[in-house]
Structures are given as C-alpha cells and as structure tokens.
C-alpha cells in the first residue's frame, strides 16, 4: 500500500518517522478529548434533570458538544501525527496512506459518523424523545459518534448503530417535546354497554394526574367493533413524558374499577368448534 502512495505522489512514506513520543501524544489527545466528553455530558445531563422545562431542550445539546469535541481531538491528532513530515510530498503521501488506511479499516465506522451526523442536523429525533426504532421502543438517552441509546420500557438499554437511520424506519413520539399522545386500549365484552364504557373512559382519562387536556391537546375515546368484543381506544396526552407508563396504569386500574361496579366485563374466551 506504501508503495502505491509512492507510485502517485513520487516520495516515499517513511513510517519510521512516528515515533513512541508521537503516539503518547496522541494517546493524551484522546484521553483528554474523552475527559472533555463525558464531564460536558454529565454537566448538561445534571442541568437538564434541574430543569423540567427545558429538559428536551438541553440535552440536545449532548450530540452537539460530542461531535465538536470529536473533531477538535481528530484535528489535534492530525496536527501531531503531521509534524514530522516537513516536505509538502511526505505529508501528502503520509495523509494518502492514512486515507487508504481509513477506507478499508473503519468503513462501518464512517457510515455510523455520517449517519450521527444527520440525526443531528435533519432531527428525525433527539436525546430525550421516544421513539420506535425498527423493532425496538424508547426514550432516547445518548447520540454518539458511533450508535443511539435507547431505554425501553423494562429498562434494557439497546444500542443502535447509526447507519440504520438510511434503512430503519424512525417513529419519534414526541418530536422534542414534554408533552405526548398516549394511547391507551381497553377491551371490553361485545354485550357490555358501549356508551357506559366510552363516558367512564373519558372520565377516567380527562381526570388523571399526568393528563393535560386543552384544544390544543384534546382528549378522543373511540369504540371499535370485532368479532367477540370491542376496543375501547382513549387517546390522552401525558404532561411530560417521564410518565407514559405512569398514566396509562393509571387509566386502566381506575377505568377497570369503575367498569366492574358497572357490570362492564372483559371479553369471554371463545371455543370456536371446527366442522366434521
């Protein structure tokens, strides 16, 4: 591979020249560049929590301070690993080689920066939302170079990298917001009455501690027919996202309560018999 270099620019790439000092130089670069990461990162994360209101907010800042931080340390490692290549040809062959170098050893990688990188500037989503992620559901918690996190509902952490953004489709939730839709189903006997469950549900949703309800964030109960039962679907909106789930058992445990003093029962299992 030298040699090919040596072919297009005419000077050979003398590798000699990076020394042991030179690699402890870059070794501090990335040290302190990591130090730099995660004492920003914890500094605005501490910040954000401290602040409800601008929580989302805040931490869309986190991707931000990690790419910067990241080029400035590329761009030191770049300065370090230049300087003993004096002659504008070394340099250029050298900056060849390093290129080559990068194309076949950490292609993926690149693919997952460029993918980092329009998540943050086109926003599909940002720290803090929740988001449905091909298969996978959660609150987004970091941005790296590298993959997104997500946190799910049973609190398993699942890392996503971020070359998927060009395949996967991306559902965001909230949008950057506190406030979300929650979608809460009830399933209810088909011989049950239909307009007790429907006013109960909407009681039950418009009443609850995390609803906010406004003309802006109306609150819709719609009844769906099957075969052996209805859906009782409420759609509410949940004043910060922290409390999806929060709501939504609060919803079903308060709505149940009231259905069964209503004689409003669950569906029954049915026994289908096949023929012959």
Same mark, same amino acid.
């Given at each position: 591979?030298?040699?090919?270099? %040596?072919?297009?620019?005419?000077?050979?790439?003398?590798?000699?020249? $990076?020394?042991?000092? #030179?690699?402890? @130089?870059?070794?501090?670069?990335?040290?302190?560049?990591?130090?730099?990461?995660?004492?920003? +990162?914890?500094?605005?994360?501490?910040?954000?929590?401290?602040?409800?209101?601008?929580?989302?907010?805040?931490? +869309?800042?986190?991707?931000?301070?990690?790419?910067? *931080?990241?080029?400035?340390?590329?761009? !030191? #490692?770049?300065? *370090? $690993?230049?300087?003993?290549?004096?002659? &504008?040809?070394?340099?250029?062959?050298? $900056?060849?080689?390093?290129? =080559? &170098?990068?194309?076949?050893?950490?292609?993926?990688?690149?693919?997952?920066?460029?993918?980092?990188?329009?998540?943050?500037?086109?926003?599909?989503? @940002?720290?803090?939302? /929740?988001? %449905?992620?091909?298969?996978?559901?959660?609150?987004? +918690?970091?941005?790296?170079?590298?993959?997104?996190?997500? *946190? %799910?509902?049973? @609190?398993?952490?699942?890392?996503?990298?971020?070359? /998927?953004?060009?395949?996967?489709?991306? +559902?965001?939730?909230?949008?950057?917001?506190? =406030?979300? /839709? =929650?979608?809460?189903?009830?399933?209810?006997?088909?011989?049950?009455?239909?307009?007790?469950?429907?006013?109960?549900?909407?009681?039950?949703?418009?009443?609850?501690?995390?609803?906010?309800?406004?003309?802006?964030?109306?609150?819709?109960?719609?009844?769906?027919?099957?075969?052996?039962?209805?859906? =009782?679907?409420?759609?509410?909106?949940?004043?910060?996202?922290?409390?999806?789930?929060? /709501?939504?058992?609060?919803?079903?445990?308060?709505?149940?309560?009231?259905?069964?003093?209503?004689? #409003?029962?669950?569906?029954?299992?049915?026994?289908?018999?096949?023929? !012959?």
């Amino acid at each position: 591979m030298a040699n090919l270099i %040596t072919d297009l620019v005419g000077t050979p790439v003398d590798l000699s020249l $990076i020394t042991s000092d #030179i690699l402890v @130089q870059i070794l501090v670069v990335v040290v302190v560049g990591f130090l730099v990461v995660r004492i920003l +990162t914890f500094f605005l994360w501490y910040l954000a929590e401290r602040q409800p209101y601008h929580r989302i907010l805040i931490k +869309t800042l986190i991707p931000f301070v990690k790419i910067i *931080v990241s080029i400035a340390a590329l761009y !030191g #490692i770049a300065i *370090v $690993i230049s300087s003993p290549y004096a002659n &504008i040809n070394e340099l250029l062959a050298f $900056i060849l080689l390093f290129g =080559v &170098i990068l194309a076949f050893g950490i292609k993926d990688l690149f693919s997952n920066i460029v993918g980092s990188t329009v998540i943050i500037l086109e926003k599909p989503f @940002q720290i803090g939302d /929740m988001v %449905t992620f091909g298969e996978h559901y959660g609150e987004v +918690t970091d941005i790296n170079l590298r993959s997104t996190r997500l *946190v %799910t509902p049973e @609190q398993s952490v699942v890392s996503i990298p971020n070359l /998927m953004i060009f395949n996967e489709p991306v +559902t965001s939730s909230n949008s950057g917001h506190l =406030v979300m /839709m =929650v979608i809460t189903d009830l399933y209810i006997d088909s011989r049950c009455d239909e307009e007790k469950a429907l006013r109960i549900a909407r009681d039950v949703a418009v009443t609850s501690k995390y609803a906010v309800v406004s003309k802006k964030y109306p609150c819709t109960v719609r009844l769906d027919d099957f075969p052996f039962y209805r859906r =009782v679907r409420i759609r509410v909106y949940v004043n910060d996202i922290s409390y999806e789930f929060e /709501m939504k058992t609060e919803i079903t445990r308060r709505a149940w309560a009231e259905f069964r003093t209503q004689k #409003i029962y669950p569906p029954k299992p049915q026994v289908v018999v096949s023929a !012959g």
